[in-house]
């Protein structure tokens, strides 16, 4: 896009506090008002920004609030889970205009799966009206391994057949922007980041578990990626070693444990008086009520040793595990509380994430954006 590193600056500090005075975004970038004078100027006439409403700064002087300006840009984000696959587009100050998804299961097993994804995609933005000229950069976010370099799927643990997918050229037909593919925790990290509570936080973890575990980490202000790309894969580390067999391969994987299907499965092999947990739970029966504690445990042992070797400063679960089950949200803080170091838990946020189930979306739109505008 060739914009300067101070426009970054400015751009990302509006983006992030939208309506935002000249003086509040000297303070918050450390560039001088003259500098912001001149900058926002050049922004302005570029149509990234516009100004808004006039406010009083308490001295009789009033100041013009700074806003993205919404129709800069158009992106498209696909969130890929083991269950569910997401799109949405949005506007430029990434409110997201239009949504839809389908469910991975339906998706022929013999199909090829970056084509059916393309596909989808260019029926969605038909079906919407929209021309797919009119997306500047497409955001995908995968439950799954990617190899960051080639920007290929390389498996999704969850979903059978559904390695090497090569998405950037699937699009290359009918759309004619870049895409960027990145690993699901990780779109999860940055929708707190830009759209949520870790705004100031360079040490943080976001969790989310519905019918897989996905974890992002953010370690002194870097995302955590390790040699090849794999570091933070929460879901698939060792929980129980007696456990059942995972579709990754491993034994007693966390996500075996305390995914939505497993606890269905848990409590439905014990002596269950009701059809589903979540009836179950909602009847305060005593099963399912161990199930989820037994559930708030291991999840809670687990990540006692994440706050153990990275020492976060917060927390954030997302899934509707922690909706349908409290007490399943309650026991897991308990234990980590119990299970990892009290130095490293002294003043740890453990709170929910802030767009439930939109997250990995909100996610895929950031990165959309964020690696067109600002990693060029
Ligand atoms: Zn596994």
């Known amino acids: 896009m060739g914009l300067t590193p101070s426009e970054k600056a400015i751009l990302i500090a509006i983006g992030a506090n939208d309506g935002i005075?000249?003086?509040?975004?000297?303070?918050?970038?450390?560039?001088?008002?003259?500098?912001?004078?001149?900058?926002?100027?050049?922004?302005?006439?570029?149509?990234?920004?516009?100004?808004?409403?006039?406010?009083?700064?308490?001295l009789g002087r009033k100041e013009v609030l700074l806003h993205t300006h919404p129709d800069k840009f158009y992106f498209l984000g696909i969130d890929i889970g083991g269950y569910r696959v997401r799109m949405a587009?949005?506007?430029?100050r990434l409110t997201i205009l239009h949504a839809a998804e389908f469910l991975v299961a339906d998706v022929d097993k013999d199909a090829s799966k970056e084509d059916f994804i393309a596909a989808f995609a260019n029926d969605f933005i038909a079906g919407i009206g929209w021309r797919t000229a009119s997306i500047a950069a497409i955001g995908v976010g995968v439950t799954g391994i990617v190899d960051a370099g080639k920007q290929i799927i390389l498996?999704?643990?969850?979903?059978?057949?559904?390695?090497?997918?090569?998405l950037p050229?699937?699009?290359?037909?009918?759309?004619?922007?870049?895409?960027?593919?990145?690993?699901?925790?990780?779109?999860?990290?940055l929708a707190e980041k830009f759209l949520?509570?870790?705004?100031?936080?360079?040490?943080?973890?976001?969790?989310?578990?519905?019918?897989?575990?996905?974890?992002?980490?953010?370690?002194?202000?870097?995302?955590l990626r390790g040699a090849r790309n794999v570091g933070g894969l929460l879901g698939h580390i060792t929980a129980d070693p007696n456990g059942l067999r995972c579709t990754?391969?491993?034994?007693?994987?966390?996500?075996?444990?305390?995914?939505?299907?497993?606890?269905?499965?848990?409590?439905?092999?014990?002596?269950?008086?009701y059809p589903t947990l979540v009836e179950a739970y909602r009847q305060n029966d005593k099963t399912a009520i161990d199930v989820?504690?037994?559930?708030g445990q291991a999840f809670?042992?687990?990540?006692?040793?994440?706050?153990?070797?990275?020492?976060?400063?917060?927390?954030?679960?997302?899934?509707?595990?922690?909706?349908?089950?409290?007490?399943?949200?309650?026991?897991?803080?308990?234990?980590?509380?119990?299970?990892?170091?009290?130095?490293?838990?002294?003043?740890?946020?453990?709170?929910?994430?802030?767009?439930?189930?939109?997250?990995?979306?909100?996610?895929?739109?950031?990165?959309?954006?964020?690696?067109?505008?600002?990693?060029?």
């Open 196 to 223: 949520g509570k870790a705004n100031d936080e360079d040490d943080y973890i976001v969790v989310h578990s519905a019918f897989s575990v996905v974890a992002g980490m953010m370690i002194s202000g870097q995302i």
């Open 292 to 295: 989820c504690i037994e559930a």
């Open 89 to 92: 587009v949005s506007d430029n």
């Open 21 to 58: 005075s000249r003086k509040e975004l000297a303070k918050t970038t450390g560039l001088s008002q003259g500098s912001i004078t001149l900058l926002t100027k050049s922004l302005l006439n570029n149509m990234y920004i516009v100004e808004g409403d006039r406010i009083s700064s308490g």
């Open 169 to 189: 050229q699937a699009f290359r037909d009918s759309f004619q922007c870049p895409v960027y593919v990145e690993e699901g925790g990780r779109t999860l990290l």
């Open 155 to 166: 498996s999704i643990p969850n979903a059978l057949n559904w390695g090497q997918l090569d």
């Open 300 to 376: 809670g042992i687990a990540l006692s040793n994440v706050v153990n070797l990275f020492n976060p400063v917060a927390i954030y679960m997302g899934g509707p595990m922690f909706d349908d089950f409290p007490i399943l949200f309650e026991e897991m803080k308990r234990t980590i509380t119990l299970r990892a170091n009290r130095f490293a838990t002294m003043g740890l946020k453990m709170e929910r994430s802030s767009h439930g189930h939109h997250q990995a979306l909100y996610g895929t739109l950031i990165l959309a954006k964020h690696e067109l505008l600002f990693n060029d």
């Open 248 to 273: 990754c391969g491993n034994y007693g994987c966390l996500e075996n444990i305390v995914t939505y299907p497993m606890l269905e499965r848990d409590y439905l092999l014990r002596e269950a008086r």
